[in-house]
């Protein structure tokens, strides 16, 4: 497995619990693809189910607590100048 230890990738289940979320939550990130790119997929009962790199979720800046992450503020609203 190329010297990664089989515990080292994470399921959806485990991928919540490692972040402290709830299932429900990061299937929602994963859904809107605010969640890191699964390292790979792997086959199980018949399907191809996304595995995560534990530290690929370390890495990653989890969407905060309300934020809009679909909007983003134009240059003249920030700058008091304008």
Known sequence: MNGMAR????????????IGVAASTWRSYVARKQAPQP????????HALP???RRDLDRWERPGRGA????TQKA????PSV
Do not use: F, I, K
Request: charged letters at 40%.
């Open 39 to 46: 390292y790979r997929r792997e086959v199980s009962g018949g």
């Open 7 to 18: 515990d080292d990738l994470v399921g959806n289940e485990a991928a919540a619990a490692h």
């Open 68 to 71: 809009r992450t679909d909007l």
């Open 51 to 53: 595995v995560w790199r």
């Open 76 to 79: 003249e609203d920030t700058d």
